[in-house]
């Protein structure tokens, strides 16, 4: 079993940057693949960002590719989600997720077992 819990989101304004953590429980971090997913109010939950427990590889949206920059610390449990250049359109609930369904695509829930809570980000024009 496996806990996550993000923090780090707030308001800020449109140009400012934030960085979220997301501390996970449990001895085996190192071994999940971890993510970043954000909802919107009224659209469905997407993809942000990922860094594989391989080759530490990451992966990244369209939408966020060179403005946001995800990395992890294995020793801490902790995984980040730098975001710089933040839009108000990166406004939503960005959730972190772990998982090792490897048969599942980098970009899909389905990929992740554990989720956690949200964390709020805001972003004003």
């Known amino acids: 079993q496996v806990q996550l819990v993000e923090s780090g989101g707030g308001l800020v304004q449109a140009g400012e940057s934030l960085r979220l953590s997301c501390v996970a429980s449990?001895?085996?971090?190192?071994?999940?693949?971890m993510g970043w997913f954000r909802q919107a109010p009224g659209k469905e939950r997407e993809f942000v960002a990922a860094?594989?427990?391989?080759?530490?590889?990451?992966y990244y949206a369209d939408s966020v590719k060179g403005r946001f920059t995800s990395s992890r610390d294995n020793a801490k449990n902790t995984v980040y989600l730098q975001m710089n250049s933040l839009k108000p359109e990166d406004t939503a609930v960005y959730y972190c997720?772990?998982?090792?369904?490897?048969?599942?695509?980098?970009?899909?829930?389905?990929?992740?077992?554990?989720w956690g809570q949200g964390t709020q980000v805001t972003v004003s024009s």
């Open positions: 860094y594989m427990q391989s080759g530490e590889r990451t």
């Open positions: 449990g001895r085996t971090f190192s071994s999940y693949d």
């Open positions: 997720a772990g998982g090792r369904i490897f048969s599942e695509p980098v970009y899909s829930s389905t990929r992740y077992t554990y």
